[in-house]
């Protein structure tokens, strides 16, 4: 089955600079990779997802890249806000729409 | 607002105690739904996949008779944790492809803590 792997575990950076967070997969059928951010004790947020024909998908501050030969995809933050504070997964979705989730990333931003 | 509801928010109940979690599509239809279990500051762990007239499909390692899955029209999936122990005192938290097909995004309800006493 799926194994998403997702790093860093935890990231700290200071207000204003940028934020990377990757992931890499397992199933080539993979198709579907979406990033949620989750505040504490809140469900899942869907920020934004990439599909396995696109390489990069930008959406104001965030942007999302997929190197489908490597298996591997990235959450790119930028200008980072304290708000941006959040655990970030990543996941993989193949054919059923069943997703796999990364371990999270707890990201703190400093002001 | 939510398209996905779920209830309870938070059960706190005694060890033996059978458990029902409602997840329910607001506005939409969901052939399938999927629930997934998420311990203190781990990930979510897909438990089962949910679907509307059939048998659930569980993950390996997760005990079909322990979470009774059922799909019971196209817009509510229930989780019955049965004979519940602390073990299961978990976040359980259920979610809805928006649309029909593959590569569909996921919107999740608010899930459920579940304390087992």
């Known amino acids: 089955g799926e194994n998403v792997e997702q790093h860093p575990s935890t990231l700290s950076v200071q207000e204003g600079d940028s934020a990377v967070i990757k992931c890499t997969y397992s199933?080539?059928?993979?198709?579907?990779f979406p990033w949620y951010k989750q505040e504490l004790g809140k469900r899942p947020q869907l920020i934004i997802d990439?599909?396995?024909?696109?390489g990069e998908k930008k959406d104001q501050r965030i942007a999302v890249t997929l190197n489908k030969t490597a298996k591997h995809f990235s959450l790119h933050i930028t200008e980072t806000q304290p708000e941006d504070s959040a655990v970030y997964f990543c996941?993989?979705?193949?054919?059923?729409?069943?997703?796999?989730f990364g371990a999270g990333t707890r990201l703190t931003v400093k002001p | 607002g939510a398209v996905v509801s779920q209830h309870p928010s938070w059960v706190i109940c005694k060890s033996g105690t059978s458990v029902k979690i409602e997840c329910r599509s607001l506005?939409?239809?969901?052939?399938?739904m999927f629930w997934y279990r998420q311990f203190p500051k781990q990930s979510l762990m897909l438990m089962a996949t949910?679907?509307?007239?059939?048998?659930?499909?569980?993950e390996q390692g997760v005990e079909k008779d322990k979470f009774l899955i059922n799909h019971a029209s196209l817009t509510l999936s229930t989780l019955t944790v049965t004979s519940a122990h602390p073990e299961d005192s978990s976040f359980y938290i259920c979610?809805?492809?928006?649309?029909?097909?593959?590569?569909?995004?996921?919107?999740f309800g608010d899930g459920t803590r579940l304390s087992i006493l």
């Open positions: 979610s809805a492809p928006m649309g029909q097909g593959r590569n569909q995004p996921q919107h």
């Open positions: 199933d080539s059928a993979s198709n579907y």
């Open positions: 990439i599909r396995s024909n696109v």
């Open positions: 996941a993989a979705s193949g054919e059923n729409n069943d997703m796999r």
């Open positions: 506005d939409f239809q969901a052939t399938t």
């Open positions: 949910s679907n509307e007239g059939s048998k659930a499909t569980y």
